[in-house]
């Protein structure tokens, strides 16, 4: 079965960092672009960053430009977002996602490519 499991959130204060994996299983990994979706709480799901099957292509919201980084290693089957000079507001539930179809990637941050979510990891970012 197909399953994608995140990990390394945490409780940090502003100005911190996280780095959050995303481990892959289930399905030909390196044919699938990814990505990373964050909830707040009373707010809808938005995106923070996508990267396409090799990892040569990506791109973030505006509000993370800058201070957070999307990698991926096919050879671990392996997803990761590097978080830098956290702030309050990056608070959040993040959510690893694959898209529904292989072999491509568009330059988009919509969630409706996305067909497979984790479970989530809770990221907190005090002042």
């Known amino acids: 079965a197909q399953q994608l499991v995140e990990s390394g959130g945490g409780s940090v204060q502003a100005g911190g960092s996280l780095r959050l994996s995303c481990a892959a299983s289930?399905?030909?990994?390196?044919?699938?672009?990814m990505g990373w979706f964050r909830q707040a709480p009373g707010k809808e799901r938005e995106g923070v960053a996508t990267i396409s099957t090799s990892g040569s292509r990506t791109t973030y919201a505006d509000s993370v430009k800058g201070r957070f980084t999307i990698s991926r290693d096919n050879a671990k089957n392996a997803l990761y977002l590097q978080m830098n000079s956290l702030k309050p507001e990056d608070t959040a539930i993040y959510y690893c996602?694959?898209?529904?179809?292989?072999?491509?990637?568009?330059?988009?941050?919509?969630?409706?490519?996305?067909?497979?979510w984790g479970q989530g990891t809770q990221v907190t970012v005090s002042s």
């Open positions: 996602g694959r898209y529904r179809s292989s072999d491509y990637w568009f330059n988009d941050l919509t969630d409706v490519r996305f067909g497979y």
């Open positions: 289930g399905y030909p990994y390196s044919r699938f672009s």
